[in-house]
């Protein structure tokens, strides 16, 4: 390991020599000026990895040299005086120190503001890497007994937690081992899902809050007399994009109750959000909607009724007296006007609001170089959500919601994962062109990368013919064509979709919130 490089300026320097030799006992290289002036040419002739200065000193003070030693000096530095003035702590904290420390120092005083320093990134990497070392084998052991929905829901939180930590450090090792055991996780959950997923439709004690139950078991139970509700539906946001924005609202809200729920499948808006709003299942939806439901092979958009099912679906909950409003935000400029007329929405007993921003964030990876850049991997796609987050008027909507007390919900209708792994597809010209199902006549398909369902009304899915079937993916497989195969697979290698079977598409955040 390199030897740490360290510069003590202090115009009584000779009477720190026992703090020196301790210093250098402990194995720092240490320099030494007695003013600020031999310190700022010592600088631009050298690096150091940390500077204590003395904030008395004849000539320049210890302020003046640390205004003097931006250019020179990048790392961190500690002030060191006889003075507690308030004034003097301000303006050193207004400069940027990194340390204060008030005379008479002690040496083990410096050590430990060496370490905090220096140290402490080390440090955490390596606090941080052992602990996901114990965990790994705790996750491990746990892989191996799942036996429902809820534990699995508690072991994706778990890898999202070491994700996000793993992110903060340099620790690419322990990523690959996680990215290893999110893929393990995955092949195991698909095969959970798949030897489930039927019986949990079928409404029993053991059947997990669902898409189509979604409103009724997390939403309207909060829905009062006093308070109006703001119920914030954020597409195709994943448990981990949600856990990097809550940090930024805790300055405005406090988190009342966290949860999953589980969409169903596909994993689609088409599917998922219709049945979100309408409290029914796509197959239920088909049969009481005719006139609105359209298949995947038909044309047209298949999310523009959303505000019908949902008026629909208060009056078959006994709630039709509720006062409701639906809006859908897929423009900054229409962003802007809703926050503008916060103070109508806050008149309503639920207001209901749909962004679409991840899900245009997700699709314009597919199509734009600069996206594909900018979000090559989940760390940078989680990061660029952040950002998309701290400068939108979704985040101003929420400020004015917090402003009001008003209660407030945030969910999504289902996640999406990183496609990687290729799998031939064939099919009619009818077959629907999602990349992570597929459903149509005579599919041919490779058995082991899909759950195939060949009675759709059993899963409660709408058939377009008495021949149809549905194919769902699994873990990060998306399904091509033969046709132009390898630009097929060159296009959409490397992106982000959703319809299929993974834990970052079906396990999705319900979260509960009240201002502070």
Same mark, same amino acid.
């Given at each position: 390991?390199?030897?740490?490089?360290?510069?003590?300026?202090?115009?009584?320097?000779?009477?720190?020599?026992?703090?020196?030799?301790?210093?250098?006992?402990?194995?720092?290289?240490?320099?030494?000026?007695?003013?600020?002036?031999? /310190?700022?040419?010592?600088?631009? $002739?050298?690096?150091?990895?940390?500077?204590?200065?003395?904030e008395n000193m004849p000539g320049i003070s210890g302020l003046e040299t640390l205004s003097r030693m931006t250019d020179n000096h990048k790392g961190p530095v500690v002030m060191i005086t006889k003075s507690e003035e308030e004034y003097i702590m301000e303006? /050193?904290?207004?400069?940027?120190? !990194?340390?204060?420390?008030?005379?008479?120092? $002690?040496?083990?005083?410096?050590?430990?503001?060496?370490?905090?320093?220096?140290?402490?990134?080390?440090?955490? $990497?390596?606090?941080?890497?052992?602990?996901?070392?114990?965990?790994?084998?705790?996750?491990?052991?746990?892989?191996?007994?799942?036996?429902?929905l809820k534990e699995w829901s508690e072991i994706y939180q778990k890898l999202v937690f070491w994700e996000l930590e793993l992110d903060k450090i340099d620790a690419s090792g322990m990523v690959e081992i996680l990215e290893m055991q999110k893929s393990e996780a995955n092949s195991l959950f698909f095969k959970f899902v798949k030897e489930n997923y039927k019986s949990w439709l079928t409404e029993s004690?053991?059947?997990?809050?669902? !898409?189509?139950?979604?409103?009724?078991?997390?939403?309207?139970?909060?829905?009062?007399?006093?308070?109006?509700?703001?119920?914030?539906?954020?597409?195709?946001?994943?448990?981990?994009?949600?856990?990097?924005?809550?940090?930024?609202?805790?300055?405005?809200?406090k988190v009342e109750e966290e949860s999953t729920f589980c969409s169903i499948l596909p994993t689609a808006t088409q599917y998922s959000r219709n049945s979100i709003f309408s409290g029914l299942t796509p197959l239920e939806l088909s049969k009481r909607f005719p006139h609105l439901w359209k298949n995947d092979h038909e044309e047209g958009g298949k999310n523009l009724h959303e505000e019908e099912f949902l008026n629909d679906y208060m009056q078959r909950s006994g709630m039709g007296a509720k006062k409701v409003a639906y809006h859908k935000v897929v423009q900054q400029q229409y962003g802007a006007k809703l926050v503008d007329q916060f103070n109508q929405l806050i008149r309503n007993d639920l207001n209901v609001i749909v962004y679409n921003f991840v899900d245009m964030l997700s699709h314009a990876k597919t199509e734009m170089d600069m996206i594909r850049e900018l979000a090559g991997t989940d760390k940078s796609y989680r990061d660029l959500t952040r950002t998309w987050f701290q400068n939108s008027?979704?985040?101003?909507?929420?400020?004015? &919601?917090?402003?009001?007390?008003?209660?407030?919900? &945030?969910?999504?209708?289902?996640?999406?994962?990183?496609?990687?792994?290729?799998?031939?597809?064939?099919?009619?010209?009818e077959t629907s062109s999602n990349l992570r199902y597929k459903t149509g006549k005579r599919l041919?398909?490779?058995?082991?990368?899909?759950? /195939?369902?060949?009675?759709?009304?059993?899963?409660?899915?709408?058939?377009?013919?008495?021949?149809? !079937?549905?194919?769902?993916?699994?873990?990060?497989?998306?399904?091509?064509?033969?046709?132009?195969?390898?630009?097929?697979?060159?296009?959409?290698?490397?992106?982000?979709?959703?319809?299929?079977?993974?834990?970052e598409e079906m396990i999705c955040p319900i979260v509960r919130l009240s201002a502070k």
């Open positions: 390991m390199e030897q740490m490089r360290i510069l003590w300026v202090d115009d009584e320097i000779e009477l720190l020599k026992p703090h020196i030799l301790f210093l250098e006992h402990k194995g720092y290289e240490m320099k030494t000026a007695n003013n600020g002036e031999d /310190a700022l040419e010592m600088m631009s $002739n050298d690096a150091f990895d940390i500077v204590f200065l003395d303006e /050193a904290l207004g400069s940027k120190i !990194s340390d204060y420390l008030i005379k008479p120092v $002690n040496p083990n005083q410096i050590l430990l503001s060496i370490k905090k320093n220096l140290d402490s990134k080390r440090l955490v $990497n390596d606090k941080v890497t052992s602990s996901y070392q114990k965990e790994f084998r705790e996750i491990s052991m746990a892989l191996m007994d799942v036996r429902s004690k053991e059947s997990p809050v669902l !898409s189509h139950t979604l409103l009724r078991d997390k939403v309207f139970p909060h829905l009062s007399e006093s308070k109006p509700c703001f119920f914030i539906l954020i597409d195709n946001l994943r448990y981990d994009q949600w856990k990097v924005l809550e940090p930024i609202l805790s300055d405005w809200f008027t979704l985040l101003e909507m929420l400020k004015k &919601i917090a402003e009001h007390d008003a209660d407030l919900i &945030i969910s999504t209708d289902h996640g999406t994962i990183n496609v990687g792994v290729p799998s031939k597809v064939v099919g009619d010209r041919q398909y490779q058995s082991k990368d899909v759950f /195939a369902v060949s009675n759709p009304e059993e899963y409660f899915l709408p058939a377009a013919n008495l021949s149809s !079937s549905f194919i769902f993916a699994r873990e990060n497989i998306f399904l091509t064509y033969p046709n132009n195969y390898n630009h097929f697979v060159k296009y959409f290698k490397n992106t982000y979709q959703h319809g299929g079977i993974s834990l």
